[in-house]
């Protein structure tokens, strides 16, 4: 290989954002008790959503891995195609210091996440859920079926796919 | 060049997504009545932050460049480095239709950003505020001087270098 071609390989390496950051990379995090692992990458995801749950007293992001983020450009996410994989990611509520009437991200709760594997997760709505909790990542629940909860929840929203989030509308 | 080399380029071409995807792009939007021309792919930067401003009734997230997201990465952000850019997108509030006490983003009000060089925006606290409204990102303002009134309101944070928000917790 010459070595125009090496720097050439070697500049598009540097461009290439798939590789996430050192700090980004998610490491000594115990699967889910339904063997799930958590993604490596997903803050580097880009956002699909956000929602502020009144209920919860929590702010949330949701992001979407590159499959899902090609879903939502092409209007295709109702099925989302399989591979699809949604990150909920949960902040305590709390008040802006210097404007009160913004509520803003306090202490991190947890991340959340589904993956569309209909031939993997045929008992869960055909994805796959899995959750960690605090900024020690501790997988949530404790026997392999703990996902019945969360398809029992996405129940109220099964005409959507079992997904909450609608695609946030952008120019 | 052979082959290999070549399928090889087109590889990392491909997981190149510094490239934003051409609905990405921002075409015939109008410049600022100060000069600022609207950020390319601001759609593909990553998120820093999201907030529920109950007084304006609206759902917002931050995004940043690379610049900005690695002065959170390394906790360099107060002031943030020239050459940050900061996106703030905003969406009246709704109620999600199966979870009422979900708040989560209604139709499209506007993008807002900083772009810090302290050079070109001494005026304006080193920073150059420019907001487009609606989807159709019509120009806020309607002189150069339209940024004082941004300034005026940023004041509240001027001790965090004149910014709202605080980079979210993450694991």
């Known amino acids: 290989m010459n070595s125009t071609i090496k720097h050439l390989l070697s500049f598009l ?9 050192a700090a980004q990379l998610q490491k000594n995090v115990a699967p889910a008790p339904n063997g ?3 993604p490596a990458n997903y803050k580097s995801w880009k956002i699909i959503g956000t929602s502020h ?3 919860k007293h929590s702010l949330r992001v ?3 891995n590159q499959i899902a983020i090609n ?13 699809t994989v949604l990150a909920k990611v949960v ?4 008040q802006h210091p210097k404007w009160p ?14 993956i569309k594997d209909q031939k993997k997760y045929p008992n869960t709505a055909g994805w796959g859920f899995a959750r960690w909790l605090g900024l020690d990542q501790k997988p949530y629940g404790t026997t392999a079926d703990f996902a019945q909860e969360c398809v029992a929840c996405h129940a109220a929203v099964k005409d959507n796919d079992h997904v909450f989030t609608v695609p946030v509308p952008l120019p």
């Not at 902040?91 to 709390?94: L, P």
């Open 91 to 94: 902040w305590k509520e709390t």
């Open 62 to 64: 949701i992001l979407g």
């Open 13 to 21: 390496l540097l461009l290439s954002c798939a590789a996430p950051n």
């Open 101 to 114: 009437d913004a509520i803003v991200p306090g202490a991190f709760e947890h991340a959340e996440f589904m």
């Open 36 to 38: 799930i692992e958590i």
């Open 71 to 83: 879903a939502v450009n092409t209007h295709q996410t109702n099925p989302w195609p399989e591979g």
């Open 53 to 55: 749950r009144l209920d």
